[in-house]
């Protein structure tokens, strides 16, 4: 009898378990919009110099248990790149033209893809949040151009947020994402400067909650 009311007390809590973290499950989709700034940097004797741009961001998350949850997202953005020689030496270019150091432009988009780990709290109609997690990052240049090749690069990323629901269902997000990874080599004229750079993307979002 007593291994009988065991068996039946495993049972139950093993229930109240699962009815307890359905409860604290949550999935949404998201959409950004986001600003991408990154900084120049030097080495191998080349200055590589990415644009600033705006992208946009697509995230599903689901939040498994009250402060665990994980997501997969796919981000874009142009990523033109320019890169100067440092050196003195004479350049020539495609076009012809010899002289000192000059710098070549790639007009270029950045597609990522990742998959991040959350740790969320929920505080009445605000759930703050913080992210880290890696992935892809593929530089392609814009089709039409000389001398370009494109590259991907593994990303470390990293970032913080909130999420504010207004209704039921649907909230704004706001968050910053880092993201960490070696500069590109788009052209065939002169090699990346192949060190890690960093790109900051302050973004603002709304979420459909299921």
């Known amino acids: 009898m007593q291994l009988k ?16 973290a359905v409860a604290y499950a949550e999935t949404d989709v ?16 080349v200055s590589q110099s990415p644009s600033n741009s705006a992208g946009g961001l697509l995230e599903v998350r689901h ?5 665990i ?6 981000s874009y953005n142009r ?4 890169y100067k020689p440092l050196v003195s030496s004479t350049v ?4 012809g033209f010899c002289g000192g150091p000059t710098s070549y432009a790639v007009s270029a988009n950045a597609h990522e893809v990742t998959g991040d780990w ?6 009445t ?41 207004l209704l039921p269902h649907i909230g704004l997000r706001f968050q910053y994402r880092g993201n960490l990874y070696k500069a590109p080599n788009l052209t065939k004229l002169y090699t990346s400067t192949n060190v890690f750079t960093h790109t900051a993307e302050p973004m603002l979002g709304a979420f459909f909650r299921f």
Request: net charge positive; glycine share 12%; charged share 5%.
């Open 63 to 67: 939040i498994s248990k009250p402060w």
């Open 30 to 45: 998201a959409a950004s919009l986001y600003g991408a700034f990154a900084g120049t940097t030097t080495s191998n004797n």
């Open 125 to 165: 109609n605000f759930r703050p949040f913080a992210l880290a997690g890696g992935g892809l990052l593929f530089n392609q240049p814009v089709s039409g151009q000389s001398n370009t090749t494109s590259a991907t690069k593994p990303v470390f990323v990293y970032g913080a947020g909130v999420d504010w629901t």
């Open 118 to 123: 959350i740790a969320s709290v929920k505080v």
């Open 5 to 20: 009311w065991m068996r039946i007390t495993l049972v139950l809590v093993g229930m109240a378990a699962l009815v307890n």
């Open 92 to 95: 020539c270019l495609p076009t």
């Open 69 to 74: 949850g994980y997501e997969g997202t796919y």
């Open 79 to 82: 990523a033109n790149q320019v």
